[in-house]
């Protein structure tokens, strides 16, 4: 599903050159749930977002379903962003004045899906997550795990081929987080492939492998027996 | 770019951001609403203008006799100048490709008498085209024409307030009153624009004024209408030509500049036009500068609205939206709201101006008005260079990485 080779990538901050990524390798599987952990300033969300076309890498490869990803123009990105992938951002990344329905259908609008079959299509994976009685209502009078769940919904109704979640629980309290992290958990069972970023322990053990980042190196990469977080719930 | 979903889209953004639409809208609107009204309060100025100075037709020279300065084949100098009868026809003979028309004009102050009331007036003896000249406007009755020329009738047409003076609230239409110890028929009553002085005018035939003379063929003045077509230029020619002409007829020193005296209303015309001229110009230096003023509100409002929408845009970009997407989602939205309030504001002026129309006359301003061509292509120019001034901050942000985007807070 992703393949990445030696991958680079450094910021230039004034007459400073910060090298964050320094050979990135690695490979995930269809159907993987895979955490990357790491203390602040591993280059873990550095990583996530070449992974997800937001940030391009000074060198090395990338590829994605099959397909080389390379050479991006911002059109490009843009496409390759709406069929491949889902984001889901430690600050949920709603827009405010949409209300939850209208935000899980807006990335159905980039793929010119007519509108009612786009709301259609909202209210299923709203659904899901348990916040169909919440569709009308505006972000602002949501609590922050519903955020995150319209967050996941949304993702998820492009139907990527990957979803990337930031710090997905990073503004959540602990009983949320695990709510959050059933959901993600139920999602990766129906098949999808996940990259959750974390740097809590309890949440990376609820994915199936972790990836240790330090400095900007891979350090070590190990399966784990997952955490179920329908036991906290 | 174009579809119903995309417009679908840009009103549900209008109508959840009530303020920034409100914003931006009314700057425009206020903008346009302020150009249409210096317009138009410009144009109600020049009105005003041609309407104190313009009154008397422009294509009008008055021929005065005087007194030469200079001997010349055997006359003295000092020699009084008298125009007759003779010299009407020979210009009528002589210029009849510039000549429109032409009237003497014999002035004599009267005693007029109606019954009980009697006041002193100024009679004007002239011939029908007079009429042109003065653009004296009949009331009632008729002016004189070419009968009461021949005939030698004792017929009067009186000012308005001539009637008013003498007859109050009657008719005076076929009374007869007494000038200078003959009576003459009243035929008709004008009005005439030059105000009240001129509105105290009598005029009756030139041929009865000068049989009353003793059937003299002197006459104090020639009033010469030219065609307007011959320009301002071939009314100089005309002028001149005129000049050598009677010159030579009343042997006066080509040199002599005294002999007779010409008013011509050609150059008065020409300096109206030029402060007509400087007036507009000035109306439309006003005018650019709101356009202006209302292009750098907007593209200012334009800059706000990016900065504003930063996050908004890079969650999209994250969504999918293409760089284009974002161009056209703020563009799209700027125009319809600019185009919508932009003609708002124009609607408002024009009905603005309309409701004034006089009341404002005291200050100089007559009958303001704008034509709709020129308030269409200002609110057009303002959209336009609203939606490019738009453009450069929109496509700023369209090339914005949509990962700086989302850390904006």
Redesign the interface.
């Known amino acids: 599903m992703i393949e990445i080779k030696d991958l680079h990538k450094s910021y230039t901050m004034g007459s400073n050159v910060l090298h964050v990524l320094k050979g990135i390798n690695f490979k995930a599987e269809d159907g993987e749930l895979v955490a990357i952990m790491g203390s602040s300033g591993s280059g873990k969300s550095t990583l996530l977002?070449i992974l997800?076309m937001?940030?391009e890498a000074d060198s090395g490869e990338y590829t994605l379903d099959g397909v080389p990803i390379r050479d991006l123009t911002?059109?490009k990105a843009?496409?390759y962003?709406?069929?491949f992938l889902g984001?889901v951002?430690q600050s949920f990344?709603?827009?405010n004045?949409?209300n939850a329905l209208?935000n899980v259908a807006?990335?159905l609008?980039?793929?010119?899906m007519?509108?009612k079959e786009r709301h259609d299509k909202a209210m299923k994976y709203l659904e899901q997550v348990g916040l169909k009685e919440w569709a009308h209502h505006l972000p602002s009078e949501l609590s922050g795990g519903q955020k995150q769940r319209v967050a996941i919904a949304?993702a998820m109704a492009?139907e990527p081929k990957l979803l990337l979640a930031d710090e997905p629980t990073g503004a959540l309290d602990s009983t949320t987080s695990y709510e959050v992290m059933d959901l993600i958990q139920k999602i990766n069972d129906a098949g999808n492939t996940i990259l959750v970023v974390t740097h809590e322990e309890d949440i990376a053990h609820m994915c199936k492998r972790i990836i240790h980042l330090r400095d900007g190196v891979i350090v070590k990469d190990e399966k784990v027996e997952q955490v179920r977080a329908s036991a906290y719930v | 770019m174009f579809s119903r979903d995309a417009w679908n889209e840009i009103f549900e953004t209008i109508r959840k951001n009530k303020l920034r639409t409100f914003l931006s809208g009314f700057t425009v609107a206020l903008g346009i609403l302020i150009f249409v009204t210096l317009f138009g309060f410009g144009n109600g100025l020049i009105n005003t203008f041609n309407k104190f100075f313009n009154e008397d037709a422009t294509n009008v020279f008055y021929f005065f006799p005087g007194k030469t300065t200079m001997p010349y084949k055997g006359y003295k100098s000092n020699r009084q100048i008298e125009f007759d009868n003779t010299d009407i026809a020979d210009i009528q003979k002589d210029f009849p490709m510039f000549l429109e028309y032409i009237s003497p004009r014999i002035s004599r102050s009267n005693l007029i008498r109606y019954q009980a009331e009697s006041n002193n007036y100024t009679t004007h003896g002239v011939a029908p085209s007079h009429q042109f000249a003065e653009k004296t406007v009949i009331m009632k009755g008729r002016y004189l024409n070419l009968k009461d020329m021949k005939e030698k009738s004792k017929h009067v047409v009186i000012g308005r307030l001539v009637e008013q003076d003498l007859f109050g609230s009657r008719n005076s239409l076929g009374k007869y009153v007494d000038i200078g110890g003959s009576a003459f028929k009243v035929i008709g009553v004008f009005q005439d624009e030059g105000g009240d002085r001129e509105e105290r005018f009598v005029y009756m035939p030139y041929t009865t004024r000068q049989l009353i003379e003793k059937n003299t063929d002197k006459i104090n003045m020639i009033v010469i209408g030219f065609k307007p077509e011959i320009g301002y230029a071939g009314a100089m020619a005309f002028e001149s030509n005129l000049k050598k002409f009677l010159k030579g007829k009343k042997f006066i020193h080509p040199d002599d500049e005294s002999g007779f005296f010409i008013r011509n209303v050609a150059d008065q015309l020409e300096k109206n036009q030029q402060f007509t001229g400087v007036l507009k110009l000035i109306v439309a230096f006003v005018a650019i500068g709101t356009i202006i003023a209302g292009i750098i509100g907007i593209s200012n409002i334009m800059v706000f609205v990016v900065k504003e929408r930063t996050k908004e845009l890079g969650i999209r970009k994250a969504l999918g939206a293409t760089p284009g997407n974002v161009i056209s989602t703020i563009l799209l939205e700027s125009v319809f709201i600019t185009t919508i309030s932009g003609f708002v504001g124009m609607l408002i002026g024009i009905l603005l101006l309309r409701s004034l129309d006089d009341r404002l006359e005291d200050f100089f301003i007559t009958n303001p008005y704008i034509d709709t061509g020129t308030a269409v292509i200002a609110t057009l120019m303002l959209v336009l260079f609203g939606s490019i001034a738009g453009y450069v901050p929109a496509s700023k942000a369209a090339r914005i990485k949509p990962i700086v985007a989302l850390r904006d807070e």
């Open positions: 977002n997800g937001l940030d911002e059109t843009a496409k962003r709406n069929k984001f951002f990344n709603l827009i004045y949409k209208e807006l990335p609008y980039y793929q010119r007519p509108r949304r492009a």
